[in-house]
């Protein structure tokens, strides 16, 4: 028989590890050098902090929206999603004015003066979250609207939340969102809007594990929640990549919820993982002589991607090889792939010793696609953590509503199967 005040509280504090983790990489999302990290930052992140201008690595400016607004308006369906945060991108309906003429990052892709280069999200202040959170919290009030997880209200909740001026305050739209509208302007069928990996890397990304991890916590066992969570992942994102990931987090995630032991599930979870042949180090080596990973043909981004090593991943010898350092930006990559984000968080969970605090901020001063990442570490730190620390809870800028919203979802998961 489960214990369903113990899976509760678990959940409980599943989800606010989740947005703890968001809020506490926010300010630095994307920055791939260690280095100017501890230069910003006074040593590293110790606590929330508000999105500082400029980020020196940023290459947001002139990332591409372009909707068919004809047909849009032809079909009555919105194509702004960015409103006020229009003037960072380069689209159909909007002429951008910063000139993208450098290349000196870890990613080699084109960035702007460092005077023009604007954090990801510009304008978030402490302990506030991105959108990626935002998003999960759409999803969990239409779970909570209706008592169940209903795909279409779901979708209408996505459409209206982004379509509605003034309700986003994060600049930084993923690529998913992006190229999900391009597809819905074009008059696709909303449940078949998803842009798929094999048209476009980034597809398969850290963004697109976390709703449906939380809508897993719904079914009643990993075996229907796999289902449910790949369900859902289908709606936003195709990719081979993120199932791959699911198979592995949503049963370890119901492990954690359930009361297991958080190092030695984790260690266990482990093995069924393939570390990637390519070091996180030759990727962005890589990624620089391109100028770009978009230059990069599709058959050798496939092979940088998909070739993995042959022997189950074991976590205590990587940390007896590796130092933090060496691991997290040498051996893995801190971009925003699970093929390496999912081991290097796993191994920032043991190394810490499952302490919320400790491996989120870890995971926040590794950098790179951090705030991803640290929701899902969040996640499942949580889950395995009897407390989450008040001063977390509450440096949250919407932990009052958080804590509604958390409290019906939890109790909602545990006394029905909500799908």
Known sequence: MRDRKLQKKRIQNALWGLFIGDALAMPVHWYYN???????????????????????????????????????????????ILHEHVRFYS??????????????????????????????HHGLQAGENTLGAHLLRVLMQSVLSTGRYDQQVFIDAFINYLATPGRNRDPYAEIYIRRWFEQYTRGM??????????????????GGLIRPLVMSLLAGSPYQGIGLAIEHQNLTHRSENNVAALSVLVPLLHELISGKNGEQATIAYAHQIRLPMVTGSDLFARYRSANGPGNIPYGEMWRLHTRLEDVPMDIPQLLNTYGEGTLTHNRLATACYPEHGLPMMLCLAVQNRFDLESALLANANAGGDNVHRGMVLGLLVGAASEEVPAMLKTGLVDHVDLATEIEAFSELAVTSVAF
């Open 34 to 80: 260690p280095n100017n990290i501890k230069k910003d930052f006074n040593g590293g992140i110790t606590a929330y902090e508000a999105a500082r201008h400029p980020h020196p690595e940023s290459f947001m400016v002139g990332m591409g929206y372009h909707p068919d607004v004809k047909t849009a308006k032809r079909f009555n369906r919105p194509f702004d």
């Open 91 to 120: 689209t159909s309906y909007h002429r951008i004015d910063i000139n993208r003429s450098e290349r000196d990052t870890e990613h080699g892709n084109p960035t702007p003066s460092i005077d023009e280069r604007y954090h990801y």
């Open 189 to 206: 069928p909303p449940h078949a809007c998803a842009e798929i990996q094999r048209h476009s890397w980034s597809i398969g990304s850290h």
